[in-house]
């Protein structure tokens, strides 16, 4: 486990700018504590699922101290979306082995999205799903053997999206509002909005970065004002 979270801050990290914090914690490890009313949010869920919670929030406690903030509360919504604190925004993901979170109290900055997926295929019968008819296009300029991990890149793509865009709109959208368009060479993606939500018109471009490592796939969007 220390391998792998020497991985995330290494390979993760620098997918945000420098007024962004990161977190890490382990979700197989004994629960860390909660604060306040966040026990409500893991009352009537399983072990593993209240694991899960309390290390995204224990990640995001520790990227508020590296931003020189006292831990707190992060609590959620009837959507389950986190409530950050005042003057902060952030996000939080995990798998079965890694919770992260980041987190910036930085003004010029309106959201951020971050998603963590394991590297493992998605079955061709999800690919329409998950992708437009631009983004089948470009996966048909992919080898076949290709095209299945390249699917789950595009699947947690859009997840760190639909994550950031959230906080702004509060419109929750399927696979298929979103073209995305990957440069596997640079690790960067554009996302571009297929309709109208609000205060995000239909072609916004939303810019994003990626990480491919051995055990899983990092995305990364931050949303600026202006």
């Given at each position: ?105 930085d003004p010029a900055i309106l959201a951020l999205g971050l998603d963590m997926e394991p590297t493992a295929p998605l079955e061709p019968n999800l690919w329409p799903v998950i992708c437009t008819q631009n983004d089948l ?78 055990n899983s796939i990092i995305t990364a969007v931050e949303i600026h004002r202006g």
């Amino acid at each position: 486990m220390i391998q792998q979270r020497f991985c995330l801050a290494e390979y993760a990290r620098p997918l945000f700018s420098d007024r962004v914090a990161m977190g890490w914690a382990d979700p197989k490890a004994p629960m860390p504590r909660l604060m306040g009313d966040e026990v409500l949010a893991i009352e009537q869920v399983a072990a593993r699922r209240a694991r899960e919670f309390a290390a995204g929030r224990a990640a995001a406690r520790s990227a508020m101290e590296q931003l020189g903030h006292m831990p707190r509360p992060v609590l959620h919504g009837d959507d389950r979306a986190p409530i950050w604190p005042a003057g902060m925004t952030g996000s939080i993901t995990h798998t079965d082995h890694d919770a992260l979170a980041v987190v910036t109290d930085d003004p010029a900055i309106l959201a951020l999205g971050l998603d963590m997926e394991p590297t493992a295929p998605l079955e061709p019968n999800l690919w329409p799903v998950i992708c437009t008819q631009n983004d089948l296009l470009w996966l048909a300029g992919l080898g076949p053997t290709q095209r299945g991990n390249f699917v789950k890149l595009l699947f947690s793509a859009k997840e760190a999206v639909y994550k950031a865009q959230y906080q702004i709109s509060r419109c929750m959208l399927d696979f298929h509002a979103l073209d995305l368009t990957p440069d596997l060479a640079s690790g960067r993606f554009v996302a571009t909005l297929r309709q109208d939500v609000p205060h995000l018109p239909e072609g916004t471009r939303f810019d994003g970065r990626f990480s491919i490592l051995a055990n899983s796939i990092i995305t990364a969007v931050e949303i600026h004002r202006g």
